[in-house]
């Protein structure tokens, strides 16, 4: 318990003072924000007063899960590429204690950043969208995190920024390559949505690609109207994600106890 307290100590000593992730950070939130607030100002009612008005306000996720990739894949492939790693493990000789500390900095971090971006974007929503036409008197209540879908919908999003930081610090401790490992995990998160849009596959493998991509089915989360014709549901959606994330710091933590540094 003793090792695993120092080695938390020493990565939040070695993230807080890394100018990097402060500037990704602030990335995350910003991209996260931005992009919510341009969805909300281009959505109009009453041309698509259908619209999931919880989900078009959390639409910057797409773009600040990106930031949030990097900064996670930094916080073990910058070791590796300046030799600091070695420091690392002779530090914590328990590898597996050394990357369990990484994964909860990084998780902590990364939900300190998600909320900010996620309280920003529904903030956005709940000011915009009212005046453009999103109002009960066309059926469509205030966006609000008292509403209990929309409350899961932002928390959940703040989770799945959270587990998009653990799937890159797992597949970042097994590739060890911080150019690799960006390629990596920008085409499980964008190419599978990239796929299914383009309507060439077939339809089965069409559906299953939405249920098991990382970001389809953890996006899921985000849904609040019409939940019976999602390819998942979202708490299952997000564990799908989750499943992503175990399996990638499972096969990070092997190969990090069975390699040399």
């Known amino acids: 318990m003793n090792q695993l307290r120092e080695a938390l100590h020493c990565e939040w000593t070695k993230l807080r003072t890394v100018p990097s ?6 990335t995350a939130v910003v991209l996260t924000v ?26 910057g996720i797409l773009l600040g899960q990106a930031a949030v990739a990097v900064l996670a894949v930094l916080v073990m492939t910058g070791e590796y590429s300046s030799g600091m790693i070695r420091t690392t493990l002779t530090a914590v000789p328990r590898r597996a204690t050394a990357l369990a500390a990484k ?11 998600g909320s900010v971006a996620v309280l920003g974007s529904v903030l956005a929503g709940h000011f915009i969208l009212p ?22 919908a932002a928390a959940g ?5 959270a587990l998009i ?6 597949l970042a401790t097994a590739l060890r390559d911080s150019g ?30 939405q249920r098991y991509g990382p970001m389809t089915a953890g996006l899921a989360i985000q849904a609040t109207r019409n939940l ?13 994600l989750a499943a992503w994330a175990a399996a990638a710091l499972l096969a990070g933590g092997i190969l990090l106890r069975l390699r040399d540094a």
């Open 21 to 26: 992730t402060g500037w990704l950070l602030l």
């Open 34 to 59: 931005g992009a919510s607030t341009l969805a909300t100002v281009v959505e109009k009612c009453p041309a698509s007063c259908g619209a999931d008005t919880t989900k078009v306000s959390l639409t």
């Open 103 to 113: 994964a909860a900095i990084v998780t902590g971090v990364v939900l300190a950043a």
């Open 131 to 152: 005046g453009n036409g999103f109002i009960p008197a066309h059926g469509v209540a205030a966006l609000s995190l008292g509403h209990g879908p929309t409350l899961r």
């Open 157 to 161: 999003s703040v989770l799945y920024l």
């Open 165 to 170: 930081g653990l799937l890159s610090l797992g």
């Open 180 to 209: 690799a490992t960006i390629a990596v995990v920008l085409a499980l998160l964008y190419i599978v949505p990239v796929l299914t849009d383009l309507g060439t596959l077939d339809p089965t493998w069409e559906h299953r690609l």
């Open 228 to 240: 019976g014709k999602l390819p998942i549901g979202p708490w299952a959606g997000l564990g799908v």
